[in-house]
């Protein structure tokens, strides 16, 4: 199975700042990389597919990039509804595997 | 406006099993993969499965291979999964979701106890 190790864990930033989120896979998964937020109590709702596609209705300040077995989600000018928790998904591959999260909190 | 529509919660005792449903309007699930996905208290994501409702076929991570059966029903545009032998750990909330993900159920919460 393809390991997907997201970091960090958890981190804080403040309004207006920008962060950023790793995937790292254990092998190629050829950009089949999606990112969601979730926050609590409801489902997920994805933000960006295919490493750097933006979903319709997500915010521009949404990011991604990366290629081969690293991956990144960038967030600019971060939002109080930004708080939440996102996870990484590879879908190269069954069995398709999410990574840890990342529980984004705003100071 | 496509819609996940999934059953109520499930208290099961441990040994017996579960069927939760998960149906879809404004999309035609025949056009679509079905995954479910589980999350227990308090933790991330994990993929189960999912199945083609075209024509019934299915992928299982292996861990719950003996655990969830998926089926579909394209006449109702509906979805099913069934946790047999439930357990302790078993207790999650389970989603089901098409088109990679980009619709998403709003969850059934499983609890398994005694």
């Known amino acids: 199975d393809i390991q997907m190790t997201q970091s960090p864990a958890s981190l804080s930033a403040s309004l207006g700042e920008t962060v950023s989120i790793e995937c790292l896979a254990s092998e190629d998964i050829y950009n089949n990389l999606a990112w969601y937020q979730q926050k609590p109590g409801k489902s997920p709702q994805l933000l960006i597919y295919y490493a750097s596609s933006l979903q319709d209705g997500v915010p521009s300040r949404f990011s991604g990039s990366g290629s081969g077995t690293q991956y990144s989600l960038k967030i600019n000018s971060l939002e109080s509804e930004d708080a939440a928790t996102y996870f990484c998904?590879?879908?190269?591959?069954?069995?398709?595997?999410f990574g840890a999260g990342t529980k984004l909190e705003l100071k | 406006e496509v819609q996940l529509q999934q059953s109520g919660a499930e208290l099961g005792k441990p040994g017996t099993s579960v069927k939760l449903s998960c149906k879809v309007s404004?999309?035609?699930?025949?056009?679509?993969?079905m995954h479910w996905v589980n999350q227990r208290p308090g933790k991330g994501l994990e993929w189960i499965g999912r199945?083609?409702?075209?024509?019934?076929?299915?992928i299982y991570a292996e861990k719950f291979k003996s655990k969830a059966t998926l089926t579909a029903d394209t006449s109702s545009n509906t979805a099913y999964m069934q946790l047999s032998q439930l357990k302790s750990d078993d207790t999650a909330i389970y989603f089901c979701?098409?088109?990679?993900?980009?619709?998403w159920g709003q969850g059934t919460l499983v609890t398994v106890s005694s």
């Open positions: 404004g999309y035609n699930i025949r056009n679509t993969y």
């Open positions: 199945i083609d409702p075209a024509n019934g076929n299915t």
């Open positions: 998904l590879q879908d190269s591959e069954y069995p398709y595997t």
């Open positions: 979701a098409i088109e990679w993900f980009a619709y």
